[in-house]
């Protein structure tokens, strides 16, 4: 059984959410402040996390930016704010999806039905080859696993999906918003900043020189790709 934790600080949001999540046969636990939430999401595997962005005693953005420095665990924000500063920042801090309340049970369940899904596909796609390799890169899908130089390096969900996407297809040229529409899921038109966090982030973790990178490569006026001259 699929187990989601819900960290939110108020009991009636709570209560909604565990009767229509055990409903849908989802195990819940929960945290009422951000701290405890982050214990909880980084000393057990859960498959989803529903995380408020106003928390006491430690902010959903910062519970989101220290869970991603140490797991991958898929991450829906909560906000009450329906400003689009808010909507970018759960999103470039490594959030698979937001939600802005007041929200449809409806389409709180359908996001995390939506990325439940998605993160099923990639862990049980045992039809394409499991691992890709490059020079100095080895990444390997079924275990979602990163390694540079042979070094461990951490990735987001979104950030794994947006190398294995890129390193799946070398020499492929990807606009920001076929990144958007391909990597998130549904339409965020407007949102193609979001993109370049991302890959800033992503460079940042497995390029040696930022400023002239050898994987990720800038394809001016078009967006980005894959170096598909470094194959092993």
């Not at 689009?84 to 759960?90: N, P, Y």
């Not at 992503?202 to 490569?217: G, Q, T, V």
Request: charged residues 30%.
């Amino acid at each position: 059984m699929k187990e989601i934790l819900i960290i939110e600080d108020d009991p009636e949001i709570i209560k909604l959410l565990e009767i229509h999540l055990t409903d849908l046969i989802y195990k819940t636990s929960k945290a009422m402040d951000g701290a405890l939430g982050l214990k909880m999401a980084l000393e057990s595997d859960y498959d989803l996390i529903l995380l408020d962005l106003t928390l006491p005693k430690m902010d959903g953005v910062e519970v989101c930016k220290r869970l991603r420095s140490k797991k991958n665990t898929p991450v829906i924000m909560l906000t009450a704010k329906s400003e689009e500063i808010d909507r970018v920042l759960g999103l470039e801090i490594g959030a698979d999806d937001y939600i802005t309340k007041p929200f449809s049970i409806r389409e709180l369940l359908a996001r995390i039905k939506a990325v439940m899904r998605r993160t099923d596909t990639q862990q049980n796609n045992k039809g394409e080859s499991s691992a890709i390799a490059f020079e100095g890169l080895y990444i390997d899908i079924d275990k979602r696993k990163v390694l540079v130089d042979d070094k461990k390096v951490e990735l987001s969900p979104k950030e794994f999906e947006l190398l294995v996407l890129m390193a799946s297809n070398p020499g492929r040229n990807y606009s920001r918003t076929e990144l958007l529409n391909i990597i998130w899921g549904y339409n965020f038109d407007g949102y193609e900043h979001t993109v370049n966090s991302h890959i800033n982030r992503l460079r940042a973790k497995i390029e040696s020189d930022m400023a002239n990178p050898n994987y990720i490569l800038t394809t001016w006026g078009v967006g980005y790709k894959f170096n598909e001259d470094i194959a092993v």
